[in-house]
């Protein structure tokens, strides 16, 4: 991470059950452990599966007065409803990571588009969908470099059950070879 000044306003989102606020209090945890200022909020629907969710993140190495995303600069999208709600919120020069296992049209925008079947690839490489939440925000973090890669595992490590740490963790390290064949 560079010395100048900055500020993400990240938000994570998609459906009840897919992890997002887990995601969400991770990348906050993985920013505090690189000593940054962080805010994180979340919301979701009356269902606590399948209704909406989503998790804001913004990260800062300054002070900054609105605990809030509203103008975001990564839109993580992993349902169609959520990429289709939050993407008019992505700033132009924003970048947009869309799980195209379940998001199948994206409106025309100049945002930098990221499209990978993120479910897809978690059920082949992992044998299960759940870490999909994990192994995206590896893949956002790697591609933006955010915090760091090695607060992100602690993050993982000290945040989740014994029992699924080993799976996570080789979610992250998917994630991030996935991003190092989209860096350039």
């Keep these: 991470m560079s010395k100048e000044t900055f500020k993400w306003e990240i938000r994570l989102s998609g459906s009840g059950g897919q992890g997002l606020i887990t995601a969400g ?17 979340q919301s979701y629907g009356p269902e606590s599966r399948g209704g909406y969710s989503r998790a804001d993140v913004i990260i800062s ?44 049209n994206i ?29 995206s925000l590896a893949f956002l973090v790697k ?16 945040s989740l059950k014994p029992q699924f740490k080993n799976l996570n963790l080789k979610a992250i390290k998917i994630g991030f070879e996935l991003a190092n064949r989209y860096k350039k």
């Design 25 to 41: 209090i991770i990348l906050a945890r993985a920013a505090v452990l690189d000593k940054l200022l962080v805010t994180q909020t």
């Design 107 to 135: 409106v025309p925008m100049n945002a930098k588009i990221y499209e990978l079947p993120l479910t897809e690839i978690a059920m082949e490489k992992l044998g299960t969908i759940l870490p999909t939440n994990i192994l």
């Design 61 to 104: 190495n300054k002070e900054f007065y609105y605990p809030e995303a509203v103008n975001f600069d990564v839109l993580l999208s992993l349902t169609q409803d959520a990429c289709e709600a939050y993407a008019k919120n992505l700033k132009d020069s924003g970048i947009l990571i869309a799980d195209t296992t379940n998001v199948k």
């Design 143 to 158: 591609i933006t470099g955010v915090v760091s890669e090695s607060s992100l595992k602690k993050a993982v490590s000290d």
